[in-house]
Nanobody, 129 residues
Framework: EVQLVESGGGLVQAGGSLRLSCAAS????????IGWFRQTPGKEREGISC????????YYADSVAGRFTITSDNAKNTVYLQMNSLKPEDTAVYYC??????????????????????WGKGTPVTVSS
């Protein structure tokens, strides 16, 4: 059974940084995509960044491109999201999600939250102005 555990959320001031971690267990290899979705009340869960672990292909939503960086330590089965230059509009619950198999392109996996197979419980991020 695949399990995803997020950590690293918290409260930061605008312009600050956070590093989220997603520890994955249960995968037998790297034929999967792991990424981050965020959700605020009244809005659909949005894919903000994903990485195809087998080939390193990455995707960033326009809202975070240039500020966030996703990386994968495949040996540790851990995916990180480095979030810099945080803005109040980044405030949300951030969820780690994974798609087993699927597209070799991270963008395809990040397009819809319901395409993902596994979910973490979420970690809240609050950015104050």
């Amino acid at each position: 059974e695949v399990q995803l555990v997020e950590s690293g959320g918290g409260l930061v001031q605008a312009g600050g940084s956070l590093r989220l971690s997603c520890a994955a267990s249960g995968f037998t290899g790297d034929d999967n995509t792991i990424g981050w979705f965020r959700q605020t009340p009244g809005k659909e869960r949005e894919g903000i960044s994903c990485i195809r672990r087998s080939n390193g292909n990455t995707y960033y939503a326009d809202s975070v491109a240039g500020r966030f960086t996703i990386t994968s330590d495949n040996a540790k089965n851990t995916v990180y999201l480095q979030m810099n230059s945080l803005k109040p509009e980044d405030t949300a619950v951030y969820y780690c999600a994974a798609q087993e198999g699927g597209s070799i392109y991270a963008a395809a996996s990040c397009a819809y939250y319901y395409a993902m197979d596994y979910w973490g419980k979420g970690t809240p991020v609050t950015v104050s102005s």
